[in-house]
């Protein structure tokens, strides 16, 4: 087997130490030095020590939660990095140990046996922490929304009933008035806005209810909670405007795409970043995005066309927008959606149209370009032929004759 590097190392890395494996070839003799160090700041430092000592040039770890990221940050100054799936590099069953895992890497490292991952520069992966803390506020706040809900559903007061968002203008109104100890049915009704004015009665109705000390306490607690998550979700708008300023026109680039909104386009730049030769082609991302059938085959059979696991993060931003992109009437994303709706379902021709998304992101990321729709008729002028069977065959079937010529 090919050796590709000849002074390499494997990192076994967990949350209060870290195992280091040195591989070192020369003139055909195999010597291996494995050393344990501390993870804090000064134990890395003299893991960086150790690995320089020894000419150390390559270095791999596994990509085991978040523990792996302060090694990085302090040895990719000094050695060429290679962050390795853990599935991809399991040790020899009945041979486990932490020493043991260190050598393996290092072996597999030597010859190029390791795939690395995709790790983003410092402004992406910065971009990276904030979209997905915003997403995991905003899910927060549904949360507590639901559970204010419930507590109006204890207290009998059917307010979701007649105004659609209970957390609007109005809705909010009300809570903060229950809140507060009111509990007059027409009172409550008086922060009626706009359109609900004309529902008054309905809304005097859904207001009767038996509120007592304990509910109230539960509502404000829930509404405080919500405000206070709202405040930080703008606090990350705001940052998130700074951190974008180098990206401003990835980002609207991306926006040009249907179904794809600021936000989208915000998430898609943190998550695959601007730099797509990491990528090798549009495939690649679209398999690292999990958007294709997995590889399963044997004996010829396919057994599964399950997509394979990815990143939650960005794959299910991108089916959101392939949902928004089905919407979006006269394209060529919501003629892809139908087509394959009717013969494969909903949910995979969600998937296959955030397919199209993230290969269209990745040709205008690579080539500079703005999105260019192929139109909601390519499907039918890319095979006229077999386009104009498919319905003369519908019309046979329903009894009448049909004869097809070209029109002048």
Known sequence: MELLYEKCAGLDVHKDSVFSGVRIVEDGNV????????????????????????????VVMEATGVYWRPVWHILEESFELILANAAHVKNVPGRKSDVMDCQWLARLLAHGLIRGSFVPPQPIEELRQLTRTRK?????????????QKALEDMNIKLGSVVTDVLGVTGRAILHKLANGVTDPETLADEARRSLKKKRGALIEALRGHVTDHHRFILKLHLDTIEMLERQ???????????????????????TIPGVGELMAQIL?????????????????????????????????????????????????????????????????????????????????????????????????????FYNDLGPSYFVSRDRDKAAKKLTKRLEDLGYEVSIREAA
């Open 269 to 369: 730049v943190a998550e695959i970043g601007t730099d797509m030769s990491r990528f090798p082609t549009a495939a690649h991302l679209v398999s690292w995005a999990g958007l294709c059938p997995r590889s399963d085959e044997s004996a010829g059979k396919k057994r599964s066309t399950r997509i394979r696991r990815a990143s939650p993060w960005l794959r299910t931003s991108l089916v959101q927008a392939a949902w928004g992109a089905a919407r979006s009437k006269g394209t060529y994303l919501q003629a892809q959606y139908f087509r394959i709706k009717a013969r494969r379902g909903t949910k995979k021709a969600a998937v296959a149209v955030a397919a199209s998304i993230v290969t269209a992101a990745w040709h205008m990321l690579s080539n500079g370009t």
């Open 233 to 255: 979700v703008d606090e990350i708008d705001k940052r998130l405007g700074g951190a974008l300023e180098p990206f401003r026109g990835a980002v609207e680039q991306l926006t």
């Open 31 to 58: 010597t291996e030095h494995t050393r344990s160090f501390l993870t804090t700041t000064k134990g890395l430092l003299e893991l960086s020590e150790f690995l320089a000592s020894h000419g150390v040039t390559h």
């Open 136 to 148: 995991q506020l905003i899910r927060e706040i549904g949360r507590h929304s639901l559970r204010i």
